[in-house]
């Protein structure tokens, strides 16, 4: 009896060892988790660019030299002066807008024109929409009075929507500048993604898992960010030298279409037909409307190039990702959805593919 009480004692306190072993763990990994949570996006979209700009500093070892750290300074400073760009357009738009939206205002230059009779007999909304319209050309202050809650809340929806934009921006800036320190030690990063890989799936599978997430990564990253952020400079910049009113707003909604997969059209041709009603049919606004049209399906060439290169991501996963990002993390999450969920995706096919042999 005395040796199986002992063997009883024994596995109870190794039991015990075990489960204060994995409970220390736990909270070790938690209180990691929560310092870490403030910086998980930015570090997240680090990685990403990181990826997505290392083949290019590759390409440039030869001219540049073999230093891998003046290489990436210089590709980070030239991206962070491309982007200085549509930042100051879309800065000066929104100031522009502001500017002139309070200047109508203390001038009193709002004119509504009287509703049309067929409103009325629009279905189900006709009437009332009538009715609200017929007040605001009799009496817009009056009715400007009566609604001050809801449009002080719209403004405020939309300054801090705005504000998110920003901070958007600036932490892809700072995303920027910290991937290319990563981009700096590259080689020590692979070596570490492999590894890694290695560990989790095992030392035959886990080369190609990191393949694989690399090559998802840099499809999206190329194919739907990068292709949105080229459509949006072409069509801004047909904008902003036609001089249309909110270019820059204009512009970063092209981008956020881009990246949720919707037709830049949706922009493009009610622009086109402002143009047309504004200033009628000459040889610039002609010129203006079959640039921007372009322009607005220029992603139907370029999807093919870039995003068919190494996987094969259906639409449906990346349009998830971006409104799901978007709703989770605003405007940096539209970024980062589609690639985290792209490669999610892929790691999950490919291990329902990877089936064990018989016997096995």
Do not use: H, T, W
């Given at each position: 009896m005395v040796p199986t009480t002992l063997t009883e004692k024994t596995l109870t306190r190794s039991l015990l060892d075990v489960l204060i072993r994995a409970g220390l763990i736990i909270v070790l990994v938690l209180f990691c988790f929560e310092i870490f949570q403030p910086f998980r996006d930015l570090m997240l979209w680090s990685v990403i660019l990181a990826i997505t700009l290392y083949p290019l500093q590759e390409r440039l070892k030869g001219p540049l030299g073999q230093k891998d750290g003046r290489i990436a300074t210089l590709i980070i400073l030239v991206a962070i002066i491309i982007l200085m760009v549509p930042i100051y357009l879309l800065g000066t738009s929104i100031a522009d807008s502001v500017e002139h939206a309070i200047s109508v205002v203390k001038e009193g230059g709002i004119d509504i024109p009287p509703p049309a009779e067929s409103v009325a007999g629009w279905p189900l909304v006709g009437k009332p929409l009538s009715a609200l319209w017929a007040q605001a050309y009799n009496d817009l202050p009056g009715l400007t009075q009566k609604y001050i809650p809801q449009i002080k809340g719209v403004s405020l929806t939309l300054l801090s929507k705005l504000a998110g934009v920003g901070m958007g921006f600036l932490t892809f800036i700072f995303a920027l500048i910290i991937a290319?320190?990563?981009?700096?030690?590259?080689?020590?990063?692979?070596?570490?993604?492999?590894?890694?890989?290695?560990?989790?799936?095992?030392?035959?599978?886990?080369?190609?898992?990191?393949e694989l997430c690399t090559a998802t990564i840099r499809a999206v990253a190329l194919g739907?960010?990068?292709?949105?952020?080229?459509?949006?400079?072409?069509?801004?910049?047909?904008?902003?030298?036609k001089g249309i009113p909110g270019a820059g707003l204009l512009a970063l909604a092209v981008l956020l279409l881009g990246i949720m997969q919707l037709p830049v059209t949706l922009i493009t041709i009610p622009v086109i037909a402002y143009v047309f009603a504004t200033e009628g049919a000459s040889t610039a606004t002609i010129t203006f409307a079959i640039y921007v049209f372009v322009s607005g399906l220029v992603d139907?060439?370029?999807k093919?190039?870039?995003?068919?290169?190494?996987?094969?991501?259906p639409m449906p996963v990346i349009l998830i990702g971006a409104l799901g990002g978007m709703v989770t993390n605003g405007i940096i999450g539209l970024f980062i959805g589609p690639v985290v969920l792209a490669v999610g995706y892929q790691l999950f096919w490919q291990w329902v593919q990877d089936r064990p042999e018989e016997g096995d």
């Open positions: 290319g320190i990563f981009m700096a030690y590259g080689e020590a990063g692979s070596r570490s993604a492999v590894q890694i890989a290695s560990r989790v799936s095992g030392p035959a599978k886990g080369p190609k898992i990191a739907v960010v990068g292709i949105a952020f080229i459509q949006m400079l072409l069509v801004g910049l047909g904008f902003v030298v139907n060439v370029l093919p190039l870039l995003l068919g290169r190494g996987v094969d991501v």
